[in-house]
């Protein structure tokens, strides 16, 4: 199992500019998150997802998109990339209650 | 809604010393409880989890977390930190009142030789 994969690594982005970022997991887990983590501000929940069809916004939902249409991938769309959104996201996935959840590798996303 | 408080934004240690992580959740019911820790650079990891039985569990690394329900605590415990330990640690807790863990902000750990 590869776990919870992410792409790309790092990235920089042009203000305005849009790009995807991906995740993918091979667990068969149903629920999946996307945190965005700047310094010294922990986790910030973005997006999430409890199935295929069906995602929820997080605490800070604007200015990103996401679509689930396989249990396997959770894509983060930023539509017109702004300095404020260089950050750190990191995708994870969980089976639900009693489990951990598992991190994908992260993407530095620097916007300029 | 849940909250996770961590009151140790930044703890500085020598080797050797022993370490004491707070966290504190407000939550009534049944929860289950992670610590995880990020090494610089790198994703969170799991160090251990806790969500019924004997409120003191260890995890990998000499790791070791007491959950005490009268304080809604979950405190991280290792006897003697080595310098590998420098990393974040973040308390998570999961209600069961929603698809999601809360993680606390996180505490970073610096240990010096």
């Known amino acids: 199992n590869a776990g919870v994969t992410q792409t790309p690594k790092f990235r920089i982005l042009k203000i305005g500019q849009s790009m995807t970022l991906q995740c993918t997991q091979d667990?068969?887990?149903?629920?999946m998150y996307w945190y965005r983590q700047d310094p010294g501000m922990g986790l910030k929940l973005i997006y999430y997802?409890?199935?295929?069809?069906?995602?929820d916004k997080g605490e800070v939902p604007n200015g990103y998109n996401v679509s689930r249409s396989t249990t396997e991938d959770f894509p983060l769309r930023l539509e017109l990339a702004a300095p404020s959104q260089t950050s750190v996201y990191f995708c994870?996935?969980?089976?639900?209650?009693?489990?951990?959840?598992?991190f994908g590798p992260g993407t530095r996303l620097t916007v300029l | 809604a849940q909250s996770v408080s961590q009151h140790n934004h930044h703890v500085i240690l020598s080797e050797a010393a022993s370490l004491e992580l707070g966290c504190n959740y407000s939550?009534?019911?049944?929860?289950?409880l992670f610590w995880y820790v990020q090494y610089p650079g790198q994703h969170l990891q799991l160090l251990l989890k806790y969500f019924s039985g004997d409120p003191l569990v260890k995890g990998i690394k000499g790791f070791e977390a007491e959950f005490i329900k009268s304080k809604f605590s979950f405190n991280l415990r290792k006897p003697s930190v080595q310098w590998s330990d420098t990393a974040e640690y973040f308390c998570a807790v999961y209600t069961g009142t929603a698809s999601k863990l809360t993680f606390g902000t996180g505490t970073r750990l610096q240990v010096t030789l």
């Open positions: 997802s409890v199935g295929a069809g069906i995602t």
């Open positions: 667990m068969n887990h149903n629920y």
């Open positions: 939550y009534g019911g049944t929860v289950n």
């Open positions: 994870a996935s969980w089976t639900g209650a009693y489990n951990e959840q598992f």
